[in-house]
């Protein structure tokens, strides 16, 4: 299986398109301002110019709570990853667990940008947090630290990541297709 570019808060792979449209877990900012301008641009998944800058401008221009500043850094995370900056989407939400590391949709979205930068063992890791957590996406992170499982050669763990996936999401088709082409075979055989 390929590198793939996953995002989260509206996870949205890209490329391979392992995630279905709206499947990352972008965080609803409350009010009015740019704030709420870069959620939208989150919540629909594309990579703008006007959305990052709003994102932008709420970050420096407006006076936020912690947890909307937190909520927006995540939501600018996801906005970078649809433009492929995923180092930059690391660099968000990082911040954003800074001021909140209980935020459970931080941690989900780091595992995809962690993925996508090839550091799978810190995925798994950051996905693990987030199931801890009670991810509002579980669907999503299964299947995310499935792909970094997968990619790290751990085929069981992968395996039973995407079932879980395919459990919780059943209309989601992406775990089906991933779990056809496991073979299980029975202990003693093969």
């Known amino acids: 299986m390929g590198r793939f570019k ?18 990352e877990a972008s965080i609803k900012v409350l009010g009015n301002g740019f704030g709420r301008i870069c959620y939208e641009h989150a919540k629909a998944g594309q990579a703008s110019d ?12 407006q006076r936020l709570t912690p947890s909307d500043r937190a909520a927006t850094l995540v939501n600018r995370g996801i906005l970078q990853m649809h433009a492929r900056k995923h180092a930059l989407a690391l660099a968000s939400y990082e911040e954003a667990l800074k001021l909140n590391p209980d ?21 798994v890791e950051a996905i693990g947090k987030a199931l801890e957590l009670n991810t509002e996406w579980p669907e999503i992170a299964y299947y995310t630290r499935g792909i970094a499982h997968e990619m790290l050669g751990n085929v069981r763990s992968a395996y039973n990541d995407y079932r879980q996936a395919a459990a919780l999401k059943p209309e989601w088709q992406e775990p089906q297709r991933q779990l056809q082409r496991f073979s299980v075979v029975p202990k003693g055989r093969g």
């Open 50 to 61: 006007s959305g990052l800058e709003a994102c932008d401008r709420a970050l420096t221009e």
């Open 103 to 123: 935020l459970a949709e931080a941690y989900v979205n780091k595992g995809v940008a962690l993925v996508n930068l090839g550091r799978d063992a810190e995925a």
């Open 6 to 23: 996953l995002l989260l808060g509206t996870i949205a792979l890209v490329g391979a398109t392992l995630v279905p449209a709206h499947a």
